[in-house]
């Protein structure tokens, strides 16, 4: 039996409450622990139980509660404060970082995600691409950076873990409430909810909108669970990173496609869009079709534009995680879009592949985003050069260093992630600057100016208050499990609140090496058992639902917890969410990750762990390449950066440093107890680390980063490019087009410089060519010398390259060009000479993948 009409019951809120609507809807409240601390004290036993989402919070209060609250003076002068606090915040409109002037009015940037971790309040991430976006958008709400955000609306979200008796991963998918959630649904001026809609082979699919406000900042969700669409439609938003590869190709349809008819029906105009990853890679096809139908532009035109205004960022160094769809599975959804955008079909499909002439090459969302992004970007520094190295067949002519993919280190948003308890002493020593201004170095340098003392018991507390939790929650698993009595007991007296604790956690991926610690078990339990100097571990993390691997490595960890050796120095915590996670940043000792290099994009795990004084003990991969100092006045390595093709052996070895570093360096420098019983050594790391670290791996530092290099350019040349009905736009494309077929026939000869083979240091070296244009003219080329170290095989090492200058005409009509350059170091020094296209507007001459060599003489 169904019911004729469905109302949304909310509970009757006193007059004087209503302002608590305002805190609950504004995810603000994610990073200003005031206002959760106001919903908690309420009764906390309610807040615990609502995971800290205020909505539902507010919902499930009893009207008498509700009752008592508005006679409560001191409580509503709180509401009100805390309502002021969010209207200054939201008042401010004054961009803090340099952007180009006039553009912070409207959202100029349009973001786009598969997942956000805003809030366990919001279960619409599964890790650390998600925790990034939403750290992203709460640095652009600081900053006041016009950006707004894309995203789904997951009924099931990603997975809940819970464990067999085994240990075995299971997973739960519960049903979430988006009316018991900090998110509106989008309406129109007539009240009515709005819809986007999407065709999918000939039928049309439609996605409910709703809103979320993060702090100054609008995320819109698309939801497809809803009556008018039919059952499969309807799974599309269900899950995250859930059904076969069609239901990936639908998500990555609506987001993409979808995305932008969304900032359309609200009446957004975003001049540059960035793709968080491939998934949205289909926004850029879609921008396409609506300049060449709305503006009467051709496809090359029209591409040119959308590419000279759209950010990639790329967060996966392994191949397999770059979604790949077949041909044939293509076909039916694309074909016809294909005939809109004026390409034949093996033209539209060749966007997508590596190699373009392969016709048996899946379509590659990662090489789609390649080609139509014109500022492309991997999250680390190592990771920006992995990734020149994993996409380099779509530049098949340039060596790997010139591929056009740089790099964007990510960062952490700092009030996100520092304890209560250490951000009041934050607040005392080095001002409230540290949360506004996180990316200046002279705020952080006052972090030397707290006592160790303070610094340190403020940190034991935080110990403390993460092994109760995890006492509470080995609890509640063993409860759900049926443990008996004994069991439950033993669960109250896990780990020490004094003891070196070590923290591990992140998605159970093989390549991160969970399990590196169990290599020696023998030499693990006896470090576990050195009663004067005790040892403990905690793990969290979760395996991708279809990975048996992944699940084994749970299994190892929860079964080697459980021996005699272990149960009360080792747990495994089940479901690891936003929630376990901050308690484990803000309470271990120290931070271990242990992937095989150079698999790890990024892992801002540890710099969450690092904004709360918690020391590194990382593999050289991701930020910690870029991080650690050799001293190890930061944190500890596991090795120097070595990279194995024997991966068995890589394990070996590096789990016999990991042991090593253990028990050589970190064990006795955190007992190492002076006057006070205060470890001197190791709170002088943890100061050291918070006050060289924090300010660069800052998520703000990353926003305005993105700002520098990527967001303020594109929009700038969107704007020269939509100038005069598209003038600039057409001339580019038209360009373009030329420099394409003229390009084959241009040529470089009698390439001279000085011919003795032995030159000193900083001795220049004049290098001419004559280079035959074949009507190009000369201000649309750069010629460059390229020339650095070489090895025993004639190979560059490194190189510099410098641009030649146009002289004199051959009688037979050649161009000479000259330019020099100048050995810095003794050895082996080459040079060559090359062609790269040019144009004021070009934001990467590499971009085009024309390139000309000179021939070896």
């Known amino acids: 039996m169904q019911p004729l009409q469905v109302y949304s019951v909310v509970p009757k809120l006193p007059p004087k409450l209503k302002g608590l609507w305002e805190l609950a809807y504004n995810c603000w409240f994610a990073w200003n622990t005031e206002i959760s601390e106001l919903f908690a004290q309420v009764d906390q036993k309610l807040w615990r139980e609502c995971e800290g989402n205020p909505v539902g919070f507010l919902n499930r209060l009893p009207q008498r509660t509700l009752e008592a609250l508005a006679a409560d003076q001191f409580f509503l002068d709180r509401v009100g404060e805390l309502q002021r ?64 955000a894309v995203g789904f609306a997951y009924q099931q979200g990603y997975f809940r873990q819970y464990l067999s008796p085994d240990g075995w991963q299971q997973e739960r998918y519960p049903i979430y409430d988006f009316e018991q959630m900090p998110m509106t649904p989008a309406t129109g001026e007539d009240g009515k909810r709005l819809l986007v809609s999407v065709d999918l082979k000939g039928e049309r699919v439609q996605a409910q909108i709703w809103k979320v406000a993060v702090g100054r900042v609008s995320l819109y969700l698309m939801d497809t669970n809803i009556a008018e669409n039919p059952p499969h439609f309807k799974q599309i938003t269900t899950r995250l990173y859930g059904g076969n590869l069609e239901m990936r190709l639908w998500q990555e349809i609506l987001l993409g496609i979808g995305g932008i008819k969304l900032l359309d029906i ?20 879609e921008r396409i079709r609506r300049f060449m139908e709305g503006s009467g532009l051709t496809f090359e035109a029209a591409a040119e534009l959308v590419a000279s205004s759209s950010i990639f960022t790329t967060h996966t160094p392994v191949p397999a995680g770059n979604d790949r769809f077949p ?96 951000a009041q002493l934050f607040d005392r020593y080095m001002g409230s600057n540290w949360r506004e201004d996180p990316d200046c170095t002279r705020v952080f340098d006052q972090v030397e100016a707290i006592s160790d003392a303070e610094l340190w018991r403020t940190h034991e507390r935080l110990r403390e208050r993460l092994i109760d939790f995890v006492r509470r929650k080995l ?31 992140r998605r159970f991926a093989t390549y991160k090496r969970a399990t590196l610690l169990l290599s020696d078990q023998e030499r693990l339990i006896k470090i576990l058992s050195e009663s004067p100097k005790p040892v403990q571990f905690i793990f969290a993390g979760k395996a991708h639902p279809h990975d048996n691997e992944g699940k084994k490595y749970i299994q190892q960890l929860v079964q080697m917890c459980g021996t005699p050796e272990c149960r009360y120095s080792m747990v495994f915590l089940e479901d690891y969410d936003m929630e ?99 470890p001197r050594g190791w709170i002088k790391k943890m100061k050291e680390s918070i006050r060289v670290l924090g300010p660069w791996f800052s998520s703000h530092r990353m926003v305005e980063d993105y700002a520098k290099v990527a967001y303020g350019p594109a929009i700038e040349n969107y704007n020269r490019l939509v100038k005069d009905d598209f003038a600039a736009a057409k001339d580019l494309a038209q360009w373009r087009m030329e420099m394409m077929t003229k390009w084959s026939s241009l040529m470089i000869r009698d390439v001279r410089a000085a011919q003795p083979q032995q030159i000193y240091v900083g001795e220049p070296i004049l290098v001419s060519a004559e280079i035959s244009l074949n009507g190009i003219r000369p201000q649309d080329v750069r010629v460059e010398v390229y020339s650095g170290p070489v090895d025993f095989e004639g190979k560059f090492v490194q190189r510099e390259t410098t641009i030649m200058q146009p002289g004199e005409r051959t009688d037979d009509g050649w161009q000479r060009f000259t330019g020099e350059v100048m050995p810095i170091e003794a050895g082996r020094f080459g040079y060559t000479v090359r062609i790269l296209p040019h144009h004021p507007l070009l934001l990467d001459s590499h971009s085009l993948g024309l390139i000309k060599w000179a021939d070896p003489q």
């Open 475 to 505: 609890h509640d698993q063993l409860l759900a499990r049926g443990a008996k009595r004994k069991e439950l007991q033993m669960a109250e007296e896990v780990l020490d609140p004094q003891a070196l604790t070590i923290g591990f956690g």
């Open 266 to 285: 609200l009446g957004f105009k975003p001049k540059v869009i960035h793709m968080n990853e491939g998934h949205s890679a289909f926004a850029g096809l």
């Open 85 to 148: 606090s969010l209207s200054a915040y939201l008042a401010k409109k004054t961009i803090s970082i340099p952007f180009p002037e006039g553009e912070n009015k409207e959202p100029a940037i349009a973001y786009f995600s598969f997942e956000y971790g805003l809030s366990k309040a919001l279960p619409i991430y599964s890790g650390g691409l998600g925790i990034l976006a939403g750290d992203h958008l709460k640095s652009a709400s600081d900053l006041c950076v016009p950006l707004v």
């Open 580 to 678: 376990v996670a901050s308690y484990m940043y803000q309470g271990c000792d120290v931070w271990l990750n242990n992937p095989r290099r150079p698999l790890e994009a990024c892992g801002t795990s540890g710099m969450k762990a690092m904004m709360n004084g918690v020391l590194n003990f990382s593999t050289l991969d991701g930020w910690w390449a870029e991080a650690w100092r050799s001293d190890n006045s930061l944190g500890w390595a596991i090795g120097q950066g070595e990279e194995y093709e024997d991966q068995q052996y890589q394990d070996f070895v590096e789990s016999q440093m990991l042991y090593n570093v253990l028990e050589n360096e970190i064990i006795p420098t955190f007992y190492d107890r002076g006057h006070g019983n205060l």
């Open 327 to 422: 041909p044939d599975l293509m076909q039916p959804y694309f074909e016809d879009y294909a005939r809109k955008l004026g390409l034949a079909w093996k033209v539209f499909l060749a966007l997508g592949r590596e190699d373009p002439r392969n016709d048996a090459e899946p379509f590659c969302m990662t090489v789609l985003a390649l080609r139509l992004s014109r500022i492309s970007n991997g999250v680390s520094i190592l990771h920006g050069f992995v990734s020149r190295n994993m996409w380099k067949r779509v530049w098949p002519q340039y060596p790997v260093e010139d591929v056009p993919i740089g790099a964007v280190t990510n960062g952490v948003h700092a009030p996100t992630w520092v304890a209560p308890d250490l």
